[in-house]
């Protein structure tokens, strides 16, 4: 596609209901990345994939954070028993190669409301 | 540990002035330094990155940054602001020994231009 896409836009949850985010990153690309964002801060990192391989999750706050991506493109970041502290806008990126000097493009993010 | 400070939450100018806002960064061995631009409801687009090379790099809608190693700094400037450029803006940094892991995000700073 022409750009990265994330669905739904808008997620309305009951406490304790499990979501899932879905990412389909640009055509191509090697890495996709999760971030986190809460209101008023700038994106915080919570996984990264080359290909299939998570390679780096140290950012998933909890085990009920659940991250796949298992033929090496679309992701879905699954929550379970949602708390309301994960209330925020969720953030996939993905970039062409594994090198660090690759920028990385958006999407327009998933905003979790949890009520 | 990398870390990125964007230390101005906001920044005010009136449109054709110039414009400067500040990031300073953290990172074991050399930075990749990056900028993006978000707009309300919307993803964050990348505006320009430093890689190596010449200290100032150009990027789009007329911005640039500076690359200061002694200053550990990357602050984006743009010569004359425009109303349009009104956003939220983000400095982000990679190091070098860490090829393929996430970019680390400062806080925002949000940049208003007055007519």
Redesign the interface.
């Known amino acids: 596609g022409a750009g990265?896409s994330q669905s739904p836009r808008y997620k309305v949850a009951k406490r304790g209901q499990d979501v899932a985010l879905r990412c389909d990153p640009i055509s191509g690309h090697v890495?996709l990345?999760w971030?986190q964002q809460a209101l008023?801060?700038?994106?915080?990192?919570l996984t990264?994939f080359?290909n299939e391989a998570q390679?780096?999750k140290s950012?998933l706050p909890s085990d009920r954070f659940f991250a796949e991506r298992p033929e090496g493109s679309v992701s879905t970041l699954k929550i379970q028993r949602t708390q309301q502290e994960d209330s925020a806008v969720y953030?996939c990126?993905s970039s062409l190669t594994?090198?660090?000097?690759t920028?990385?493009?958006?999407?327009?993010?998933t905003r979790l409301t949890v009520v | 540990a990398q870390s990125?400070a964007q230390p101005e939450d906001q920044v005010n100018v009136a449109e054709g002035n110039p414009l400067t806002v500040k990031c300073t960064y953290s990172v074991s061995g050399n930075p990749?330094l990056?900028w993006?631009v978000q707009y309300p409801?919307?993803?964050?687009?990348?505006l320009l990155?430093y890689?190596t090379g010449d200290n100032l790099v150009k990027g789009s809608y007329g911005f640039e940054a500076e690359f200061n190693k002694s200053q550990t700094s990357f602050h984006l400037k743009k010569p004359s602001a425009l109303v349009s450029d009104s956003a939220l803006y983000?400095c982000a940094v990679?190091?070098?020994n860490?090829?393929?892991?996430?970019?680390?995000?400062?806080?925002?700073t949000t940049l208003s231009v007055s007519s």
Do not use: C, M, W
């Open positions: 990265v890495s990345f971030y008023g801060q700038g994106p915080e990192f990264y080359q390679l780096d950012g953030l990126a594994g090198v660090g000097n920028e990385a493009f958006f999407g327009q993010g | 990125v990749y990056f993006y409801n919307r993803g964050l687009q990348f990155k890689i983000f990679r190091g070098t860490q090829a393929g892991t996430a970019l680390i995000f400062g806080k925002g």
